[in-house]
């Protein structure tokens, strides 16, 4: 048995382990765990560029191959559907069907909310309204942006500025009762100070942060520490992203400390959904999925003693 072979059989059997009766629940009641999993839809972002998964199908495909009731959405996906009624009500449908909730909708390519332009500006928050409006349809809390700025200005210029577009964006969609949440993505935004003073700044119930646990690289040779990070960011935290790149023979994740990371997760009161969010190569997406659900269910097994 190779390397590769080795490590699928190790998965799997790790996979077969945490669906065991004993370890099902990880919390006195089913239905209280002290997080849930949901799955982030760029885990499959390969089948879906490829053709080979369509986004319609992208909630049952959840629910059916790796047993998992709620979904976070990638408007890559779906870009030019996002006004289009008949469309968004075939993924409603789809997801009610499949017995899967819809939680959020991850937005690119929009524009930037702290663009040094006022007007640009405006523009990108104007951008980010209809995916307000799908988001409601779909049933989602969120919709999630990035605090993108063009690197233009000082430290604090870019945080008044990409305050100024969040809070924009926020008024239009706290009505609607949608949560605007952004996520550590690069540039400034992947320093935890940095970012959790925009959300000081912004000061909206509404508005908050999507901590990814791999996204701290602030530019070429320039990282931030993620635990730091995720800690900063947690009080602010609407939504947690589970990212995973590299697992070893036993089914840890290689490059993050799970247990150390979900503790600063659930220090900080949080008890929702935990996104699966794998970007690895040394496995398929799908096999990547079971490695990443697996060692989230372990590390809350593992730590419930401690928060239970």
């Known amino acids: 048995m190779d390397r590769r072979d080795f490590t699928k059989a190790s998965l799997l059997a790790l996979t077969g382990l945490s669906l065991s009766p004993s370890m099902a629940a990880s919390s006195p009641t089913a239905s209280a765990p002290l997080y849930q999993i949901s799955l982030a839809q760029w885990s499959l972002h390969g089948a879906l560029f490829d053709g080979e998964l369509d986004n319609l199908d992208f909630a049952r495909t959840a629910r059916e191959e790796f047993g998992i009731g709620a979904v976070e959405y990638v408007n890559q996906f779906f870009m030019d559907q996002a006004n289009n009624q ?96 952004v996520e550590n993505h690069g540039g400034l ?78 220090e900080a009161g949080y008890h929702g959904h935990v996104g699966i969010e794998y970007e690895g190569d040394g496995l398929d997406e799908y096999e990547g999925i079971r490695a990443s659900k697996t060692l989230l269910e372990r590390t809350r097994t593992q730590l419930q003693s401690e928060f239970g």
């Not at 233009?152 to 949440?181: C, F, H």
Request: with cysteine; proline share 3%.
């Open 189 to 266: 935004s992947s320093n935890g100070d940095w970012l959790a003073g925009v959300m000081e700044t912004v000061d909206h119930s509404h508005c908050g942060t999507l901590p990814d646990f791999g996204n701290f690289t602030i530019r070429e040779g320039e990282t931030y520490d993620r635990y730091k990070g995720v800690r900063q960011l947690m009080p602010h935290a609407k939504g947690v992203s589970a990212k995973t790149f590299a697992f070893n023979e036993e089914g840890f994740e290689t490059t993050i400390d799970y247990p150390r990371i979900m503790r600063i997760v659930l």
């Open 86 to 181: 008949s469309y968004l009500k075939k993924m409603k449908r789809r997801a009610d069907e499949a017995g899967v909730n819809s939680l959020l909708i991850m937005c690119d390519g929009e524009g930037a909310l702290g663009h040094p332009d006022a007007s640009e500006r405006a523009q990108a928050v104007e951008n980010h309204h209809k995916w307000v409006d799908a988001a409601k349809f779909l049933g989602c809390h969120s919709i999630r942006v990035n605090a993108s700025t063009d690197g233009e200005g000082s430290y604090e210029e870019q945080m008044k500025r990409a305050a100024d577009g969040l809070r924009q964006l926020t008024e239009y969609a706290a009505p609607k009762d949608i949560n605007v949440i």
